[in-house]
């Protein structure tokens, strides 16, 4: 190749954004006012319809922004590309965010507050005093010093969980439509809704999306760097007793109910339990119990980083089931295993330079990179099974899914710059 006639020298990448004026703030302080809230309860897709106001406003904005191509399909996925620059064959990579917010917590009339310089001290929200962002139990807030930082009201959640995620994908087309000279492979934008209720993934089209491997923008601190998740199962277990009159029950009812309460006051108490359990450990959790006299079932999710762990808590269960119903003349039991999710690095590890270039693209971005695993699932594990690599890049939010969430400007102005990078460098290795 001739010696880079159009592109950036190095010193002129480390000054790329000296004076480019972000708009991420601004996006995100319009978008966190719409109420786009997820309802695990509605089968319709998107679950709620109110979702799609804030993908119709994104399209509109890509359309602005020179994105021919934005769409919102009937699902409520918003598609969309920034054409490649280059004359380098370079994999289409994919940005992805979801619009949809938790139904944890509140996400009507979300009132953004701007914390100028923030001085170090417990937040109190304004609307509701009871509400203190406290730097004890949130201490990332003390790295925050000097920074802008934006929280709700103290009545709802803020949704920076996603759009953060949303706001910085949007400011990195801005800065690629003001930047024609930076170069870059072609760029998949891909807006979900319905990924707090599991469901973000649901009616995606790949095909229609076209991109080679994906990165979500959906983790927390400055620099995280998330490539790995839990691997997923679930399982019922199944309780059936004899049932009979109460008044003439003697030696002849077995009750379900008691077999189940007997199997889970066999379940560990002091390990196991994601009450007991915190990092790379896995754990066996019943989430729910319910029957009669004649059946009651047990559910479970079980979760580790190590597939093969799963089996392994599988069969300890099997054998507690086993040695309950044993104690109980004329009961029996048995288990259901159904595959959730799997851990996102079995697909990674086979494609290196997806998580190499993502590394080098945050350092790029003069941030040190913070290796972290999801202790759950993103949209990106299952859509790396789909055939889509995809890890997970930092946006800044933080404390999610409640009123204390709060995300930095500067932190959601780095994630810019490091996907800005991150496009610019799988073009230069291409
Ligand atoms: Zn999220």
Redesign the pocket.
Known sequence: MAQGELQLSFPKILTMFADYAFTVEERFLRYVKIDTQSDPNSTAQPSTEKQKELSKLLVMELKQLGIQDAELDEWGYVYATIPSNTKKDVPAICFCA?VDTSSDSSGTNVKPIVHRKYDGKDIVLPDDNSVVITTSEHPYLKKKIGEDIITASGTTLLGA??KA?VAVIMDMVNFFSKHPQAKHGAIKVLFTPD??IGRGVDKVNLERLGAKFGYTL?AGERGAYEDETFSADGMTVTFYGVSAHPGYAKNKLVNAIKVAAAFVEQLPKNSFSPETTDGREGFVHPVQISGVAEKATVQFIIRDFDTRKLEEYESFIKEKMEETVSLYRGSRGEVQVKMQYRNMKEVLDHYPEVSENARRAIDRAGVAVVNMSARGGTDGSRLSFMGLPTPNLFTG?MA?HGKQEYVSVQDMQKSVETIVHLAMIWEEKS
Request: charged residues 65%; glycine residues 12%; without cysteine.
């Open positions: 979801h969980d996603d995620g990924e707090e959906d939010e999610f």
